[in-house]
């Protein structure tokens, strides 16, 4: 098996969904005027698969911890983006028969930007959803100093702050696009316009629940062979941030010459 079906089948992604998304990224991968028309879409898809192939390691996991891969709602997400997948594939090649730069090729692109630009979104919303579950995984499954999981915590939790709020920019601008449409008008981009909209419901609620994870993920704090000569030192943490220590440790600590010392949580 390759690394994406290994990746894919200890995170319950469908066979179907599998098809889906590796059907969609070989028509990319075979069509350099297919990347370079629709330059989002092979870059979203790109990031997805090499964020599934990176969980291989998910492959010697605990059940606890598949369990809270589940909870981010990364399966269900992966597997309505590989049905996405396989339907503009298929209407992809339908529209690219005379070729991607053809006449009819770029009128199609143009007649159809609605629904491009919602699996634009999907993936984009899929992708995001994966570099958070490899976040969160990785930080709790991988060996790291303590340094340097805070300094991940920290750059994941600005990133997904970013997403949030990206998303929520994404679902006002659709908003306003059906706004601005009569019922009327082409029924068939106000429903494409709908499920974009829904996908970046899905996104905002999905990264909350996911913050969630992120917020539970737990330090080790070690002081150790201190020494304070006529100086103020606080070791410890201020009560601000005990939420996010598990364990913490202070030995080995000198003070000299009316040094002041502050030890433990302040």
Same mark, same amino acid.
């Given at each position: 098996? !390759?690394?994406?079906?290994? $990746?894919?089948?200890?995170?319950?992604?469908?066979? /179907?969904?599998?098809?889906?998304?590796?059907?969609?990224?070989?028509? /990319? %991968?075979?069509? %350099?005027?297919? +990347? &370079?028309?629709?330059?989002?879409?092979?870059?979203?898809?790109?990031?997805?698969?090499?964020?599934?192939?990176?969980?291989?390691?998910?492959?010697? $996991?605990?059940?606890? #911890?598949?369990?809270?891969?589940? $909870?981010?709602?990364?399966?269900?997400?992966?597997?309505?983006?590989?049905? *996405?997948?396989?339907?503009?594939? @298929?209407?992809?090649? +339908?529209?690219?028969? @005379?070729?991607?730069?053809?006449?009819?090729?770029?009128?199609? /692109?143009?007649?159809? !930007?609605?629904?491009?630009?919602?699996? @634009?979104?999907?993936?984009? $919303?899929?992708? +995001?959803?994966?570099?958070?579950?490899?976040?969160?995984?990785?930080?709790?499954?991988?060996?790291?100093?303590? *340094? &340097?999981?805070? *300094?991940?915590?920290?750059?994941?939790?600005?990133?997904?702050?970013?997403?949030?709020?990206?998303?929520?920019?994404?679902? &006002? +601008?659709?908003?306003?696009?059906?706004?601005?449409?009569?019922?009327?008008?082409?029924?068939?981009?106000?429903?494409?316009?709908?499920?974009?909209?829904?996908?970046?419901?899905? /996104?905002?609620?999905?990264?909350?629940? #996911?913050?969630?994870?992120?917020?539970?993920?737990?330090?080790?704090?070690?002081?150790?062979?201190?020494?304070?000569?006529?100086? &103020?030192?606080?070791?410890?943490?201020?009560?601000? =941030?005990?939420?996010?220590?598990?364990?913490?440790?202070?030995?080995? =600590?000198?003070?000299?010459?009316?040094?002041?010392? #502050?030890?433990?949580?302040?």
């Amino acid at each position: 098996m !390759s690394g994406l079906e290994i $990746a894919a089948g200890v995170i319950g992604i469908t066979d /179907f969904g599998l098809r889906g998304i590796k059907g969609l990224y070989d028509f /990319f %991968q075979d069509l %350099q005027d297919a +990347r &370079e028309n629709l330059p989002q879409i092979w870059h979203e898809l790109s990031c997805i698969q090499s964020n599934v192939v990176s969980l291989k390691f998910l492959s010697e $996991a605990d059940e606890d #911890t598949l369990k809270e891969v589940r $909870a981010t709602g990364i399966t269900q997400g992966m597997n309505d983006c590989g049905s *996405a997948c396989d339907k503009l594939n @298929r209407q992809l090649i +339908r529209w690219t028969e @005379r070729g991607v730069d053809s006449f009819t090729g770029k009128l199609n /692109f143009k007649l159809h !930007s609605a629904q491009i630009e919602k699996n @634009r979104v999907r993936l984009w $919303a899929t992708a +995001r959803m994966l570099d958070m579950t490899v976040g969160i995984l990785t930080l709790k499954l991988v060996h790291k100093s303590e *340094a &340097e999981r805070a *300094a991940e915590i920290s750059a994941l939790t600005q990133a997904m702050d970013c997403w949030k709020r990206q998303a929520g920019q994404e679902r &006002e +601008r659709v908003s306003l696009s059906l706004q601005g449409l009569e019922d009327s008008e082409d029924s068939g981009v106000i429903d494409e316009l709908d499920e974009e909209e829904s996908v970046l419901k899905t /996104f905002i609620d999905r990264s909350g629940q #996911t913050a969630e994870q992120l917020q539970a993920v737990k330090l080790n704090q070690t002081f150790k062979g201190i020494n304070s000569d006529d100086s &103020e030192v606080k070791l410890g943490m201020p009560a601000s =941030v005990v939420d996010k220590v598990a364990r913490q440790s202070i030995t080995d =600590v000198t003070s000299k010459n009316k040094s002041k010392v #502050t030890v433990g949580i302040w």
